[in-house]
């Protein structure tokens, strides 16, 4: 059974930093991307960053400069480093995993809990 397993969220004021952090769980063969979305109160969820197996990232425009996406491989286990945080950061941030389970035929999306981040003063 894999499980992602987030931890980080919190209240913050303005101009304040966050990290969030993402374990993955289990029996896992490989993790082709692993990334953090997130939901706002009557948004829909967005992309906020990705990065692979290989390190390449991928950033929404509204964090770019002001979040790192960042792994260890290691402990399957994905970051996100978020700095200069504004009010409209404020959303339920979840985890998510592509990956390939041992003994699967192919790859599976999995998905963390979500964990709340708050901006505000």
């Known amino acids: 059974q894999v499980q992602l397993l987030e931890s980080g969220g919190g209240l913050v004021q303005p101009g304040g930093s966050l990290r969030l952090s993402c374990a993955a769980s289990?029996?896992?063969?490989?993790?082709?991307?692993m990334g953090w979305y997130r939901q706002g109160t009557g948004k829909q969820r967005e992309l906020v960053a990705t990065i692979t197996t290989g390190g390449s990232t991928n950033y929404a425009d509204s964090v770019k400069g002001r979040f790192t996406i960042f792994k260890d491989n290691a402990k399957n286990t994905v970051y996100l480093q978020m700095n200069s945080l504004k009010p409209e950061d404020t959303a339920v941030y979840y985890c998510?995993?592509?990956?390939?389970?041992?003994?699967?035929?192919?790859?599976?999306?999995?998905w963390g809990q979500g964990t709340q981040v708050t901006v505000s003063s």
């Open positions: 998510r995993a592509d990956l390939v389970p041992y003994g699967a035929p192919h790859d599976y999306d999995y």
């Open positions: 289990g029996s896992i063969f490989d993790i082709n991307v």
